[in-house]
């Protein structure tokens, strides 16, 4: 474990992490001292302080942390589905202040349409945006055979696996070509034979498009087998305690030590 501890500081560093303001314009996501507090007539809780952190283009980046270390109040700001209280996000240099295409987003329920084909699911974003046949057409077809089902474009989510339907979720977020993909456990409903080859899919998927992802697991063996680096968060409020670099070559298996070493250093910082 002193191998990969006694880095950490430096680690922190490069990482652009720090407690104080963010100033990265080279980043593709930047999160600067974002704060989140939920006001009600019973009680106030601060679910977030002060988190920071950037994450460089085309890099894979995994969140983990126990529950109420605010994993899921991050991912609704980065999606502009939250507002911060205090602190700022910016993606590619532009301030986050509400939902956009820029962001494609994947889920742990799906969230296909039942009464839309797979094909007219992966198509539903380029309608919104406007786009024109044939280009739709094309980009959806280039967007299935991506992930491997071309064959079932025609089919409904009813006939689908939820293997397959997640794939489907993956294709419909980046068919609008999003500056990045965020994912909020969206292995979480599958069987562990399924998630793995998942995993293989979605790196492949990653190395093929150069996209930068977010990925919000509380998986930690899931964090060290897709991301570069791990953002480990704390509860009460929620923030940063560490951010880890996993420095394994891909693919990694699970019986490597060092992956093991990982995994157990990401498991004692959760336990903090």
Request: hydrophobic share 35%; aromatic share 6%; net charge negative.
């Amino acid at each position: 474990m002193a191998g990969i501890n006694q880095n950490s500081d430096s680690q922190l560093e490069a990482s652009g992490y720090q407690h104080s303001h963010v100033d990265d314009t080279t980043a593709k996501v930047v999160v600067d001292t974002v704060s989140k507090v939920f006001e009600s007539e019973r009680q106030t809780v601060r679910a977030l302080d002060e988190v920071s952190f950037t994450v460089s283009d085309g890099e894979f980046v995994c969140l983990v942390g126990p529950s109420g270390c605010g994993k899921t109040t991050l991912f609704r700001a980065i999606a502009g589905l939250e507002t911060p209280t205090d602190g700022e996000i910016r993606l590619a240099g532009n301030t986050v202040e509400g939902p956009g295409t820029d962001r494609g987003m994947v889920f742990q329920e799906y969230g296909l349409f039942p009464w839309r084909t797979v094909e007219e699911n992966v198509t539903f974003g380029l309608e919104e945006q406007g786009v024109v046949e044939p280009n739709r057409s094309r980009r959806v077809d280039e967007m299935l055979e991506l992930v491997g089902l071309t064959q079932f474009k025609n089919a409904y989510p009813k006939e689908l696996s939820g293997g397959m339907k997640q794939r489907v979720g993956i294709a419909r977020a980046l068919a609008v070509d999003p500056e990045i993909l965020l994912a909020d456990e969206p292995f979480g409903s599958v069987d562990a034979q399924t998630r793995e080859m998942l995993h293989d899919e979605l790196l492949s998927i990653w190395t093929t498009t150069e996209k930068t992802v977010l990925f919000v697991t509380h998986d930690v063996e899931e964090a060290v087998t897709l991301a570069d680096r791990v953002v480990v968060m704390a509860p009460s409020p929620g923030r940063v305690n560490e951010i880890v670099n996993i420095d394994v070559d891909r693919p990694r298996q699970r019986t490597d030590p060092a992956f093991g070493e990982y995994v157990e250093q990401i498991r004692a910082l959760i336990g903090e």
